[in-house]
Every structure is written in C-alpha cells, then in structure tokens.
Nanobody, 126 residues
Framework: QVQLVESGGGLVQPGGSLKLSCVAS????????MGWFRQAPGKEREFVAS????????YYADSVKGRFTLSRDKAKNTVYLQMNSLQADDTAVYYC???????????????????WGQGTQVTVSS
C-alpha cells in the first residue's frame, strides 16, 4: 500500500502561483509513476502531470505546459507541483496519485493509478 498526502492548496488571484506537495509513504517508489490530476465541479478527473520515478521522465497536459512544473525530492519521497500564471480554469481539487506499473500508453490515464491522496482544493478567483 502507498499512502499519499497532499498539501498546499488554497485561494489565489488570477496570475498568481501556488505550490502543491505530495508525500508518499508505505513503499519504495522506484518502479512507480507519480501523477497529479485535477477535478473541477461537474467535470471528469483530468491529467495534469506525472513523473516516472526511476528515470525522472516528466509528462504534462497541454493545458498546463509552460505554466506548471513538476519536481521531486527522492530522499523525501515527495513530488511537487509548482503552478504559475494560474487562471480561473485551473480551479479544481488536485489529487496526487501513484501507479505501480506505469506504461507509456496510460501514463495520463487516471484509471491506471491505484493509489490516491485525499485531494487539495485550488481556487483561482479575484
């Protein structure tokens, strides 16, 4: 089992920044992919970004490229999501997730991730 705990959400004005954190515990992450997803009210959960733990390969959704940056601290088993130039459309609950057997074709699919955090609310509003 992998336990995931997110933090860092909040209220921010359009154009502002937030940094989310996700601490993983329970397993070593060497073969895992760690992902960020988000879900806005009335919408499906959508992929934001992910990282393959063993080689550091990072993937982004087109909607966040150039604005969001995923990083990690291997020693702390922590992934971060730095979000800049936030827009109202970024408002959602952000979830951290872990996939124990990631493959290229499903790296952006929520169904592939077995473990999920509780989510953290990000609200972009003036």
């Amino acid at each position: 089992q992998v336990q995931l705990v997110e933090s860092g959400g909040g209220l921010v004005q359009p154009g502002g920044s937030l940094k989310l954190s996700c601490v993983a515990s329970g397993r070593t992450l060497n073969n895992y992919a760690m992902g960020w997803f988000r879900q806005a009210p009335g919408k499906e959960r959508e992929f934001v970004a992910s990282i393959r733990w063993y080689n550091g390969m990072i993937y982004y959704a087109d909607s966040v490229k150039g604005r969001f940056t995923l990083s990690r601290d291997k020693a702390k088993n922590t992934v971060y999501l730095q979000m800049n130039s936030l827009q109202a459309d970024d408002t959602a609950v952000y979830y951290c997730a872990a996939d124990s057997a990631p493959i290229q074709s499903t790296i952006a699919s929520a169904r592939a991730y077995e473990y999920w955090g509780q989510g953290t609310q990000v609200t972009v509003s003036s």
